[in-house]
């Protein structure tokens, strides 16, 4: 594992704000005071970083549960762990959630009349390599309403939970799909600022990633902090 010395600030414009008016809920739950600043801790650089081996096994195929296959289109997910100055970050944790095909989470709170898929749990733990690399496969997400707003819908997305290196580089963000429209109608997403930071949570389709006759392949690299950060929501 890389040990940074220290983490860049991240830039203005690049992660949502605390409040975004079209994004209903943070209406409520932003900040009502002026943020105070406060400098880096020693805790916060050189935090304990949770291992697999406190947080339990990997698990890297969610098209298999409960003694069967999930229904929908099969996809792969690969990427690298990056810290601020490009470097990987190995043995980091990656907890990674998200809808079933028809667009509706294995989850009591959800209450989207779109059917459970009884061999799709929708979640999963992975770890990078030494050359700060993952991977899993998984069923491709499907939209669901959300009622933020009238016809509202969010994008195919997926939700990613990482551990990096320090408490700084904890990082809970989403992946977005290539050529979804519903990006462009999306308050989350449009949440953020800079189009460039925007585009950061996009996949890339890749054919080299693509198993021939079994699932389609994407790359979604996602970085700690600095100034190529990918947006988070924490």
Request: aromatic share 10%; hydrophobic share 35%.
């Amino acid at each position: 594992m890389s040990t940074p010395d220290s983490f860049n600030p991240v830039p203005a414009g690049t992660h949502p704000a605390y409040a975004s008016p079209e994004y209903k809920s943070t209406i409520l739950r932003s900040p009502a005071q002026p943020l105070v600043r406060l400098p880096h801790t020693l805790t916060e650089v050189t935090g304990p970083q949770p291992g697999a081996d406190v947080l339990g096994p990997t698990v890297a195929d969610f098209t298999k549960y409960n003694g069967g296959e999930a229904v929908g289109e099969r996809i792969i997910v690969t990427g690298r762990v990056l810290d601020d100055y490009g470097r990987p970050v190995p043995h980091t944790v990656l907890e990674i959630w998200q809808a079933n095909a028809a667009g509706r989470y294995h989850h009591p709170v959800d209450q989207h009349a779109a059917p459970l898929d009884p061999h799709f749990l929708g979640s999963g733990r992975v770890t990078t390599d030494a050359d700060g690399t993952y991977r899993f496969q998984s069923i491709k997400p499907g939209a669901y309403p959300w009622k933020n707003h009238h016809n509202a819908w969010r994008p195919n997305h997926i939700h990613f939970s990482l551990f990096g290196p320090g408490m700084a580089t904890r990082l809970i963000t989403q992946m977005y799909f290539p050529g979804d429209p519903l990006l462009a109608l999306d308050p989350i997403y449009n949440s953020i600022p800079d189009a460039a930071a925007r585009q950061r949570l996009v996949s890339h389709f890749d054919i080299e990633v693509t198993q021939p006759e079994y699932a389609l392949g994407y790359r979604f690299d996602i970085v700690l902090r600095g100034r190529h950060a990918t947006p988070m929501e924490n």
